[in-house]
């Protein structure tokens, strides 16, 4: 538990201290909590669920006037996979062999909790300063649905991947030759031990029995280190081949493949801090939002692209701004419906998102968000992702922004991104 | 020695059976290849985890066709699939544990690999080798 109390304290050092973090880079989405979409600048109001995330940091890089300003921070975690352990790759994917699938299995599994802090300029809104928006924010997966075609093609893959894995790690030669010629050396070894054991040699039989048993343990731990460098020699090449082999790239290529439908429910509360001051604490917003997804095979099959679209309904509690002079907010109730369609094509993707924001009794303020959304995958670590166009907000402000999204681990930041 | 030399009953003709389990998790795909040598021959098994908690249940044969025989695991862990964030602690720390059971013991080991390849070029992949001695 000390570590990932560590773990959750780290970022804040981070951004205290604005200095250049050391932390992995394994996972880079785009920086879509809750949190972030409950204050509107994330960079899709729209989005499902990935696949889960035990612990992500997520830095957002406003765009804001020109400036960048590295103030905004989101954590996000899944507490099932801090208690989980045992989750192959069939549960992982909802696979079960008997093809007795749970549509419901990812309410648990894609759980993620996030805290999101960003700072906003609120001279905007006619407000002095800045102002700290904190939001707390929940999100799962309560509907994936495979069709049965998707799930035997997964199967299938699957079962291609291990055979193709299971014949490159163990069916060399040389492998072959060296294990051989171990179970050679154990077999003599053991029956000069049974000899031994037997008790019926005479001195001068067991002292060459002894001799002969002292040699055939070295045979032993011999071939058994030649083993061992075997595999220390091998092991990049074999990793290199593995992914290469025609099999596991068809495979990998099919967990990239979209469930033809999903739905996901996400709940964010969030409050504003003026001037960073908690005694300025006021609320800013809630909501409980719904996104379903339908997916479809795109144009071109061997390219694996594909298009997806998502309809939202967000209900909103939020606290408007009636008079700036004073100062003066007054609770109001929101809703938002939109859309979004989505084309990806191997390492890019693009969208566009429209949503509209009806307020209950207050119509002059209604609004909509029209966003053009670019992810670009650099390497299997390094992402890039840019939304440009329409904000919410009486203004119809511009709304630009890149963000990178990155994870605990070994490697520095200045290696990858998303 | 890294081999654990496994006694079986002499004349036995009880059954000696195999289990991987493994505390991994995020659905990393885990491929267990089992090749027993016996003298000159090579019998080869191979199973992708399952969906239960034990990954890989093997029957490897009668204790009478086992005397004799190197029984090679060898687990391959993959994390290529992932696209989470997933720590290298998570998998330098990762136990996969072999149990043998059946002919004369109920003996069972547990092994802890502390010699973990963890190589990262466009994923990650964890290669492990057990080695069982089954002699009479």
């Known amino acids: 538990m000390k570590k990932y109390i560590a773990l959750l304290l780290l970022p804040l050092l981070h951004c205290a201290q604005e200095s250049q973090p050391v932390v992995g880079l394994n996972d880079l989405k785009t920086p ?24 992500a940091v997520t830095a957002l890089q406003l765009s804001e006037n020109g400036s960048i300003i590295p103030k905004n921070f989101a954590m996000e975690f899944s507490p099932f996979w801090f208690v989980n352990k045992n989750d192959g790759i069939y549960k992982y994917y909802n696979l079960h062999q008997d093809n007795n699938r749970n549509i419901f299995a990812g309410v648990l599994r894609k759980l993620s909790v996030s805290l999101t802090s960003a700072v906003l300029d609120s001279t905007k809104t006619g407000l002095p300063g800045e102002t700290n928006m904190m939001a707390f924010g929940v999100r799962t997966n309560l509907i994936t649905l495979r069709t049965k075609a998707q799930s035997d093609r997964f199967a299938e893959a699957l079962e291609n991947y291990n055979s193709a894995v299971g014949t490159l790690l163990t069916e060399s030669e040389a492998y072959t030759k060296l294990n051989t010629e171990l179970v050679q050396h154990l077999t003599e070894k053991r029956t000069i031990e049974k000899a031994l054991e037997l008790g019926t040699l005479s001195d001068s039989e067991r002292k060459t029995k002894e001799k002969e048993l002292k040699k055939a343990i070295q045979k032993v731990e011999d071939t058994e280190n030649r083993i061992k460098d075997f595999h220390s020699a091998n092991f990049e090449d074999f990793a290199t081949a593995i992914d290469k082999d025609p099999d596991v790239k068809a ?49 071109d099959e061997s390219t694996n692209d594909r298009f997806s679209l998502l309809f939202s309904g967000r209900l909103l509690q939020d606290n408007v701004l009636t008079d700036a002079v004073a100062g003066s907010f007054e609770r109001k109730s929101a809703f938002d419906f939109g859309f979004k369609l989505e084309y990806a094509l191997q390492k890019l993707t693009l969208g566009v998102e429209h949503i509209s924001r009806s307020y209950s009794d207050a119509e002059s303020i209604d609004s909509k968000r029209t966003v053009g959304i670019l992810q670009y995958k650099i390497s299997d670590d390094l992402y890039f992702t840019g939304t440009y166009g329409q904000n919410f907000g009486p203004d119809k402000p511009l709304f630009t922004l890149f963000g990178v999204n990155f994870g605990f681990g070994k490697e520095k930041l200045s290696t990858k991104t998303e | 020695m890294t081999t654990t030399e496994y006694i079986l009953e002499a004349g036995s003709t009880a059954e000696i059976l195999l289990d991987v389990e493994t505390d991994t998790r995020f659905g990393v795909i885990i491929t267990t290849t089992v090749k027993m040598y016996v003298a000159d021959s090579v019998k080869s098994k191979q199973k992708i985890d399952g969906s239960t908690d034990i990954l890989c249940k093997y029957k490897l044969g009668k204790s009478s066709e086992c005397e004799n025989a ?7 862990l993959d994390l290529k699939n992932i696209d989470s964030s997933l720590w290298p602690k998570v998998f330098a720390d ?3 544990t072999y149990k043998l059971r059946g002919g004369k013991s109920n003996n069972t080991y547990k092994h802890l690999d502390t010699d973990i390849k963890v190589k990262a070029q466009g994923g990650k992949k964890i290669q492990m080798e057990k080695r069982f001695f089954l002699t009479t």
């Open chain 2, 94 to 96: 990762a136990e996969v």
């Open chain 1, 251 to 299: 495979f990998y290529k099919l967990t990239e493949e979209k469930p033809a439908f999903q739905l996901d429910a996400a709940f964010a509360y969030s409050e504003a801090y003026p001037d960073n001051s908690y005694a300025n604490r006021r609320f800013n917003r809630s909501g409980v939002w719904f996104t379903g997804t339908l997916n479809f095979k795109g144009l």
């Open chain 1, 32 to 55: 879509d909590s809750p949190g972030f979409q409950i204050l509107d600048i994330a960079p899709s109001t729209v989005t499902r669920p990935d696949n889960p995330t035990e612990f």
């Open chain 2, 70 to 76: 190197l029984v090679v695991i060898n687990t391959l």
